[in-house]
């Protein structure tokens, strides 16, 4: 059973506009919640992360909620640009461990 | 620095034949992990290890070992490969000051296993 769930696979979106890429969780243990993004052929690299003592951490053009009672985050990209076109996964880790809980991934379109 | 390399980036095997994945950090890392990527299933974790000579199961760790001789390099091993193998293989490390922290992990470029 998934225990972090993204259910949109793809998303398009114009260039300029926002992106919001959405993630669900199960388990009320995990601590840090990240978001990794992937090109094809390329390793997953680190966007941004918060930690479930916040609601709201931002990074540039990143910025990701986290709503506790609904055990869901977002991602937002303002304004998305056709270079962020990749797979994004959110992911999750669990209080006292390192490793990481990985969702399905939403696969990002950007249309210049 | 080249970060967290991988070797081969692409392999076919026959089912029953065994092989390593090669996987190497330059960064000093002390965490390093191994995680399967599936179609629709996102990435999960097979083995992990918390320093040298230290190393632990994941979510999906039949049919694999690990073993870390070394800070710098953690192999994966595949005893007899079978079909339901087939995945991408990524190899990640991290510093570890302990686990109520995060921190990022580091992501090499993957390797395609193919198994027949």
């Known amino acids: 059973d998934q225990q972090v769930k993204q259910n949109s696979p793809s998303l398009s979106v114009q260039e300029g506009r926002i992106s919001i890429l959405n993630c669900d969780y199960t388990?009320?243990?995990?601590?840090?919640f990240l978001w990794y993004k992937k090109y094809p052929a390329e390793g997953p690299t680190f966007l941004i992360s918060?930690?479930?003592?916040?609601d709201k951490n931002e990074d540039g053009r990143f910025t990701v909620f986290l709503n506790k009672s609904a055990k869901h985050l977002s991602l937002h990209i303002v304004p998305s640009q056709p270079g962020d076109s990749a797979v994004y996964f959110c992911a999750a880790k669990y209080t006292g461990r390192r490793a990481l809980t990985f969702g399905s991934g939403t696969r990002l379109q950007v249309q210049p | 620095n080249a970060g967290v390399t991988q070797t081969p980036k692409f392999q076919v095997l026959k089912t029953g034949q065994s092989m390593t994945l090669q996987c190497a950090q330059d960064?000093?890392?002390?965490?390093m992990s191994w995680y399967r990527q599936d179609p629709g299933m996102g990435l999960r974790l097979i083995h992990y290890s918390v320093g040298a000579g230290i190393t632990d199961q994941g979510e999906v760790p039949n049919g694999y070992n690990v073993s870390r001789s070394t800070t710098e390099d953690f192999p994966l091993r595949l005893l007899s490969a079978a079909p339901s193998q087939t995945s991408v293989y990524f190899c990640?490390?991290?510093?570890?000051?302990?686990?109520?922290?995060?921190?990022?992990?580091?992501f090499g470029p993957g390797t395609r296993l193919t198994v027949l």
């Open positions: 990640a490390s991290s510093y570890s000051i302990g686990t109520g922290a995060y921190n990022e992990q580091f």
């Open positions: 918060i930690s479930s003592i916040k």
């Open positions: 388990n009320s243990m995990f601590d840090y």
């Open positions: 960064m000093n890392h002390e965490y």
